[in-house]
């Protein structure tokens, strides 16, 4: 819907509402015809909806969600809106390198609730996670499954902690799902959800309705990739724009599964689960030729920092996508040599693990802005004056890494805090903050990761 504003008579503002007709639930579906056509440099409003097509809200119960999360194969949890078509946005062909569409975010405007769902099935020690298993008997009692809400106090932009008002969860509001339509490539592939375990290369995560298997491609929302999706960044939050390239005609933008808090991991499957009566964005269209620091993955802009991102099914395999994108894109940026890009890499080394349960894996580095920025510092491997922090490495497995530091920091909250392991499971998904330790140069790499968790979310009784 089209508004009239006096704003800039160049561009239009647009308001696109969450209705049926704007929404899917669980899928990306590129052959729908788009909720909205706009014109590069336009605005628009966004509305978005909770989980579950709108179903997720205070009152749900864990079977209810798993009956209709199980109605349809290959559905994800996510409701979206969308799609947005931008007209002249175009992909890659013979003769053109193909466009990226960039999204930047105005304002975001949250609900008064957030809930948050905690899976046996689906979490970081779960019996079937991700990466291989890591859960000692003692992990038993903060494995059960469950749903929770919660009151967000959107003039304070913090959440009070269940029935602990001396723990304060500040409040972060940013789409967990911000994605275009992946390649018509990745449609076809073979669905591998159904697989005990993906394929380390070339997993498919679409599913073919209708008689006619080449017909429609329904694509799960769950997992992200280098057409952006679930990628569920913290920083990509307002005065962010995301970058993505464009694989199919017009882009088709979708949007949903908007957190109000999430840690780097969001560990016990969810995060602080909310929706957006406004998400209000900026799209515009960049032409690769004139930008060669665009390529195929999802790059996010903040004031100080360029983000770039590493997804795969494993985390070992993330984090060395990540390390060629990150090389990749500061050689074009800087145009500097390949050599002095992996030094520059690893001295501004900043690089959290975005998230550990949506059977495509995420990291991401944080890259200055500044060329005369300081060297970073090494990940903490004890708590300092302002985090609680555990520390843990693995020679070989960047996820039991992950694991290890994980768990011993949701131990330690238990323990500061006063509060059982269940609570701290759930805490730790909205405020654990998990990162990478600077990779080595020698022969034998070693595998870091540093969990912190801010003193401040503990307010004095």
């Not at 390649?183 to 070339?202: C, F, V, W």
Request: charged share 25%.
């Amino acid at each position: 819907m089209k508004i009239n504003t006096k704003s800039d008579d160049k561009h239009n503002f647009y308001v696109l509402p969450a209705t049926p007709a704007t929404t899917t639930w669980g899928y990306f579906n590129s052959s729908a015809p788009p909720a909205l056509t706009i014109k590069p440099g336009d605005s628009v409003a966004i509305e978005t909806l909770p989980g579950g097509g709108g179903n997720v809200a205070p009152g749900l119960t864990i079977d209810q969600l798993e009956y209709i999360n199980a109605a349809e194969e290959g559905r994800g949890p996510h409701t979206m809106t969308g799609p947005i078509y931008v007209e002249g946005a175009s992909p890659a062909s013979k003769n053109y390198p193909g466009d990226i569409i960039a999204i930047h975010i105005n304002k975001i405007r949250m609900r008064s609730y957030a809930t948050n769902n905690s899976a046996d099935f689906g979490g970081l020690f779960s019996e079937f996670g991700q990466g291989g298993t890591y859960q000692p008997l003692k992990m038993a009692p903060f494995t059960k499954h469950f749903i929770d809400s919660y009151y967000l106090d959107n003039e304070k932009m913090e959440m009070e902690f269940e029935r602990h008002p001396h723990i304060v969860v500040p409040l972060n509001p940013f789409p967990g799902t911000l994605g275009v339509a992946r390649a018509i490539e990745d449609e076809n592939k073979d669905y591998s959800g159904s697989l005990p375990t993906p394929p380390l290369n070339g997993a498919g995560w679409c599913v073919k309705k209708g008689d006619d298997r080449s017909k429609i491609a329904k694509c799960n929302t769950k997992q992200p990739g280098n057409f952006g999706g679930n990628l569920d960044l913290p920083l990509m939050t307002v005065g962010s724009t995301t970058y993505l390239p464009v694989y199919q005609k017009g882009g088709l933008i979708w949007t949903g599964d908007s957190h109000a808090a999430q840690g780097n991991g969001e560990i016990d499957l969810d995060a602080l689960e909310t929706a957006f009566p406004e998400m209000n964005v900026t799209i515009d269209i960049i032409h690769r030729s004139e930008h060669p620091e665009f390529g195929d993955q999802p790059i996010v802009e903040t004031r100080d920092s360029w983000v770039t991102v590493g997804y795969e099914v494993s985390l070992n395999q993330a984090l060395d996508s990540l390390k060629a994108e990150t090389i990749r894109f500061l050689m074009a940026k800087r145009q500097i040599s390949r050599g002095d890009a992996e030094q520059l890499m690893l001295k501004f080394w900043d690089c959290p693990i975005s998230e550990v349960v949506d059977e495509v894996l995420g990291t991401y580095c944080i890259l200055p802005k500044n060329p005369k920025a300081l060297k970073s510092a090494d990940i903490p491997r004890k708590d300092t004056s302002t985090h609680w922090v555990s520390y843990a490495s693995d020679p070989d497995d960047l996820m039991k890494a992950m694991k290890k530091a994980s768990y011993a920091s949701v131990e330690q909250m238990s323990r500061v805090l006063s509060i059982p392991s269940a609570k701290a499971y759930k805490l730790a998904t909205f405020v654990q903050d998990c990162r990478i330790g600077r990779p080595t140069t020698t022969d034998k790499p070693i595998y870091e990761v540093s969990c912190k968790v801010p003193k401040k979310i503990l307010r004095s009784k």
